[in-house]
C-alpha cells in the first residue's frame, strides 16, 4: 500500500515538472523578439546626376531616399525614436559629408511594413571634388 502513495507523488511531480517545463517552453517561443529590418530601396542625389547636366540640377543639393523599416514579430509592435542619418562620400581613405537627416518618432504594429520617403538638404561642403570624382 505505502509502494502505491510513492508510486502516485512520484507520477504526479513528473506531471507536474514536465507540464512546467511545456508551459516555459511555448512562453518563450512567443515572448521572444526579433530585430526590425532596415534598408535604403532608393537613394538619389541630382546634383551628382552626370547626364543631366542643367545648372537647375547641378545647384539642388537635395539628398532623396525612401527608408524600408520591417517588423516581423508577430505579437509585437515597435516604437521607434529618432532615427539620425548621416551621409557620407567615401572615396579611397577619405570621406566627405554629404548631408544629415532625421526620421520623426513613429509607431510600427506588429507584422508590418512601413515606409519613411524623404527629401533632404545635403551640406556639400566639397561638392565640387565629390562631383569630380564620380
Given at each position: 500500500?505505502?509502494?502505491?502513495?510513492?508510486?502516485?507523488?512520484?507520477?504526479?511531480?513528473?506531471?507536474?515538472?514536465?507540464?512546467?517545463?511545456?508551459?516555459?517552453?511555448?512562453?518563450?517561443?512567443?515572448?521572444?523578439?526579433?530585430?526590425?529590418?532596415?534598408?535604403?530601396?532608393?537613394?538619389?542625389?541630382?546634383?551628382?546626376?552626370?547626364?543631366?547636366?542643367?545648372?537647375?540640377?547641378?545647384?539642388?543639393?537635395?539628398?532623396?531616399?525612401?527608408?524600408?523599416?520591417?517588423?516581423?514579430?508577430?505579437?509585437?509592435?515597435?516604437?521607434?525614436?529618432?532615427?539620425?542619418?548621416?551621409?557620407?562620400?567615401?572615396?579611397?581613405?577619405?570621406?566627405s559629408?554629404?548631408?544629415?537627416?532625421?526620421?520623426?518618432s513613429?509607431?510600427?504594429?506588429?507584422?508590418?511594413?512601413?515606409?519613411?520617403?524623404?527629401?533632404?538638404?545635403?551640406?556639400?561642403?566639397d561638392?565640387?571634388?565629390?562631383?569630380?570624382?564620380?
Amino acid at each position: 500500500m505505502a509502494e502505491d502513495g510513492a508510486a502516485a507523488c512520484y507520477w504526479c511531480c513528473c506531471r507536474v515538472i514536465f507540464t512546467s517545463g511545456l508551459t516555459a517552453l511555448f512562453m518563450w517561443l512567443s515572448l521572444r523578439t526579433y530585430k526590425p529590418t532596415c534598408s535604403i530601396q532608393d537613394f538619389y542625389v541630382p546634383a551628382l546626376n552626370k547626364t543631366d547636366n542643367s545648372t537647375t540640377a547641378r545647384n539642388n543639393h537635395t539628398i532623396a531616399f525612401d527608408l524600408k523599416l520591417q517588423n516581423e514579430m508577430k505579437d509585437k509592435g515597435v516604437n521607434y525614436a529618432n532615427i539620425n542619418m548621416t551621409f557620407f562620400y567615401y572615396q579611397n581613405e577619405s570621406r566627405s559629408l554629404v548631408g544629415n537627416y532625421t526620421v520623426p518618432s513613429f509607431y510600427q504594429g506588429h507584422g508590418k511594413k512601413a515606409r519613411r520617403s524623404a527629401v533632404g538638404c545635403g551640406v556639400w561642403g566639397d561638392f565640387e571634388r565629390v562631383n569630380s570624382e564620380i
